[in-house]
Nanobody
Framework: VQLQASGGGLVQAGGSLRLSCAAS????????MGWFRQAPRKEREFVAV????????YYADSVKGRFTISRDNIKNTVYLQMNSLKPEDTAVYYC???????????????WGQGTLVTVSS
């Protein structure tokens, strides 16, 4: 599975962005898809995950109620809608794929290249 993330950019606090992650390869719907982020001088952390069918989602507490993960298994794409952005959301955002539905970073086998989100105050 090859992943290509896009949609990052500069936004003011309180604004919104939608990230996309396009996947190539067969059986996209058999993979859970996760979003992770890494802020400067910090460890990469879990943001959200969605099951292969799209039925189940799970969020980090820091983004719950502000971010929404979704997927389109026809377009082989997963999305992260980010609303009410805060300066602390500034990070490089990565999409990842794994056969297991998990928030465990080390368990993910396939990673995209990352897209930078910068939230100004």
């Amino acid at each position: 599975v090859q992943l290509q993330a896009s949609g990052g950019g500069l936004v003011q606090a309180g604004g919104s962005l939608r990230l996309s992650c396009a996947a190539s390869g067969p059986t996209f719907s058999s993979y859970a898809m996760g979003w992770f982020r890494q802020a400067p001088r910090k460890e990469r952390e879990f943001v959200a995950v969605i099951s292969g069918s799209g039925r189940y989602t799970y969020y980090a507490d820091s983004v719950k109620g502000r971010f929404t993960i979704s997927r389109d298994n026809i377009k082989n794409t997963v999305y992260l809608q980010m609303n009410s952005l805060k300066p602390e959301d500034t990070a490089v955002y990565y999409c990842a794929a794994d056969e297991s539905y998990s928030d465990y970073l080390e368990g993910y086998d396939y990673w995209g290249q990352g897209t930078l989100v910068t939230v100004s105050s």
